[in-house]
């Protein structure tokens, strides 16, 4: 099976930079992705690893180590509308691209 | 435009029955999700299909149905089995490779169900 563990809650300020981070317990997995969720919303792609190391999309990077069984978002220059839930996901390696998602964090940003 | 819709946006219902939300894409994708999505959690997968005409269960399959009779569509039925239905219910898609898109699903606005 797979399990995820993320903070719950996380509070910045408008400009500052903020970690997320995931740790994970998998039989096995192709991946780790992460997703953003306004209030009320969808959740919507933000990034995916399939190897270790960082990805970098604009304001926003990821980082996996498989080693460690870790993984975290970056989100730099950060912005009031960057408040919303974040979830870390893995991409399972059995049948149907099934994502097992974390708990998800609470990101407040204020002024 | 290409997505997902589901509908409705708000559903309500009543002791003992069958409701059914719809998830309909227009994205060509060959795998539907369904999540449940309880205040404050993360999304738990009650059903997925790879392919039309089959379908297997999710981690909370229990008290849902769901059917695949068109690629483009993966309605759920929540059944009276189901005695706590009270969540927010997500309808994903994406394709089945593993390059390119693959990793991505794609999520419908979701429907709001609520018991009277």
């Known amino acids: 099976g797979q399990s995820l563990e993320q903070p719950s809650e996380v509070t910045a300020v408008e400009g500052a930079i903020v970690q997320i981070n995931c740790t994970y317990q998998t039989s096995g997995f192709y991946g780790l992705s992460w997703y953003q969720q306004h209030d009320g919303g969808a959740p919507t792609f933000l990034s995916y690893?399939?190897?270790?190391g960082l990805e970098e999309t604009g304001r926003f990077s990821s980082f996996l180590s498989r080693s460690d069984s870790y993984g975290y978002l970056l989100l730099q220059e950060l912005q009031m509308k960057d408040s919303a839930s974040y979830f870390c996901a893995v991409l399972g390696n059995n049948a149907g691209n099934m994502l097992t998602f974390g708990g998800g964090t609470r990101l407040m940003v204020k002024p | 435009d290409g997505g997902i819709t589901q509908s409705p946006k708000y559903l309500f219902r009543k002791e003992g029955q069958n409701v059914t939300l719809s998830c309909e894409q227009n994205?060509?994708?060959?795998?539907m999700y369904w999540y449940r999505q309880d205040p404050g959690q993360g999304l738990r997968l009650i059903y997925y299909?790879?392919?039309?005409?089959?379908?297997q269960k999710g981690d909370i399959a229990e008290g849902y149905s769901v059917s695949r009779e068109k690629k483009e569509s993966f309605p759920l039925t929540v059944t009276s089995a189901q005695k706590n239905p009270t969540a927010f219910y997500l309808c994903?898609?994406?394709?089945?490779?593993?390059?390119?898109?693959?990793?991505?699903?794609?999520f419908g606005p979701g429907t709001r169900l609520l018991v009277l």
């Open positions: 690893n399939a190897l270790d």
């Open positions: 994205l060509n994708h060959d795998a």
């Open positions: 299909s790879q392919i039309v005409n089959d379908f």
């Open positions: 994903a898609s994406s394709s089945t490779s593993l390059s390119g898109t693959g990793e991505t699903q794609y």
